[in-house]
Every structure is written in C-alpha cells, then in structure tokens.
T-cell receptor, first 112, second 114 residues
Framework: GESVGLHLPTLSVQEGDNSIINCAYS??????FIWYKQESGKGPQFIID?????DKRQGQRVTVLLNKTVKHLSLQIAATQPGDSAVYFC???????????FGSGTQLTVLP | EAGVTQFPSHSVIEKGQTVTLRCDPI?????LYWYRRVMGKEIKFLLH????????ESGMPNNRFLAERTGGTYSTLKVQPAELEDSGVYFC????????????FGPGTRLTVT
C-alpha cells in the first residue's frame, strides 16, 4: 500500500520569507497529489493539486513541485504571512481509487 | 453555498458506550468520505460512499464501526461499543462525481473515549 511521509514535523519561518514543505510517497503508481492546510479547529482546506502528467503547478503565492523519479512532492509558499500558520498535509491518490493517503502533517509557524 | 457540516463538534463518552457521528455533505455531491486522525498522527481513510452505496470500506478498523448513508444524502458513523483507541478527530469530506474532484472537508468531530 501507499505510505506518505513528511520530512519535518515543524517549520518556522520569518514573515515575508519563502516556505518549503516537503513530502515523500512510496507508491510509484500514485497519480494525484494534493496539499491541504488545516487551521486550528477546522477541517483540512484544499490548497492546490497536481496530477502525475505535470511536474509543476502554480497558484496564488503557492507552487507545487512533483518529482516522480524520486517520489517527492513539495509545497512552496511565497512571502509567507502570519495567516499561513497552520498544519500542512500532503495527500496522495492513485488510479481509480478515490481514497487519499495523507502524510502526518507539518506545523508551519510564521514568526513576526 | 454551505460547506460540509458535522455534528457534534465534540463528544466525550465512556468506554463501552455508543456514539453516532453525523455528516452533511455539500448539496449535490455524490461522493462522501470518512477519515480520522488519531493523536496527531496522519489522517487515515475509513470509507467512501457513492450516493447510498459503499464504494470502498477498506479503511474501517473493525466491526464496531458502522457507516450508513440512507437516501444518499447525509451519513452517520456509529461506534459501538467505543474503545479508548477510538479517540481522535473524525473528518467527513464530499466531492462531486467525476474522475478526480476536490474533496471538501468538514470541521471534524473530536471524539474522546474515557
């Protein structure tokens, strides 16, 4: 089965700096990758997704990079703001199965 | 448009009791999922409904857990009898039909079994 791991459980960055959160997955058949943000007391909120036929996708202040060779996924947040403080989860899906396999989460703290 | 709602937000029960969690998906979403996060670990898939049918229940931990989605609208997840290890946050998510569509998560129900 699939396993998903995050490189760092916590990450602290200065306000205005860029943040990079990393994730590794195990199943080479995985073809759908999502980043979620979870704030305290709320459920995971979709940030951005990418499919296996792409290696980069950009949103508003966020970029997801996919390296299928080494089965690695990253989320880059530009000009990190206090409102970006949250737990970030990567999630992976494969084939026709709709279930997502989540990583354990990285707590991002933005320092003033 | 209302998002996914879950009830209750918190539940504290004793070991051996029964608890029923409810999820109301976004209107029109055929797909409904249950996940749970135990003690700061990763969020784990429990099961997936397409309308009223169980499409995938491979993540259900044991037969103390029973999920239903009568009429293909809201869903309930019953734990009977509850054990200490069932404590955690139970999330519901829904998505539209289609090959890959975004899953919208509810705020979760925090279950504490004492």
């Amino acid at each position: 089965g699939e396993s998903v791991g995050l490189h760092l459980p916590t990450l602290s960055v200065q306000e205005g700096d860029n943040s990079i959160i990393n994730c590794a997955y195990s199943n080479s058949a995985s073809d759908y990758f999502i980043w979620y943000k979870q704030e305290s007391g709320k459920g995971p909120q979709f940030i951005i997704d990418i499919r296996s036929n792409m290696d980069k996708r950009q949103g508003q202040r966020v970029t997801v990079l996919l390296n299928k060779t080494v089965k690695h996924l990253s989320l880059q947040i530009a000009a990190t703001q206090p409102g970006d403080s949250a737990v970030y989860f990567c999630a992976v899906g494969s084939g026709s199965a709709r279930q997502l396999t989540f990583g354990s989460g990285t707590q991002l703290t933005v320092l003033p | 448009e209302a998002g996914v709602t879950q009830f209750p937000s918190h539940s504290v029960i004793e070991k051996g009791q029964t608890v029923t969690l409810r999820c109301d998906p976004i209107s029109g979403h055929d797909n409904l999922y249950w996940y749970r996060r135990v003690m700061g670990k990763e969020i784990k898939f429990l099961l997936h409904f397409v309308k009223e049918s169980k499409q995938d229940e491979s993540g259900m931990p044991n037969n103390r857990f029973l999920a239903e989605r009568t009429g293909g609208t809201y869903s309930t997840l019953k734990v009977q009898p509850a054990e200490l290890e069932d404590s955690g946050v139970y999330f519901c998510a829904s998505s539209q039909s289609g090959t890959r569509s975004e899953q919208y998560f509810g705020p979760g129900t925090r279950l504490t079994v004492t």
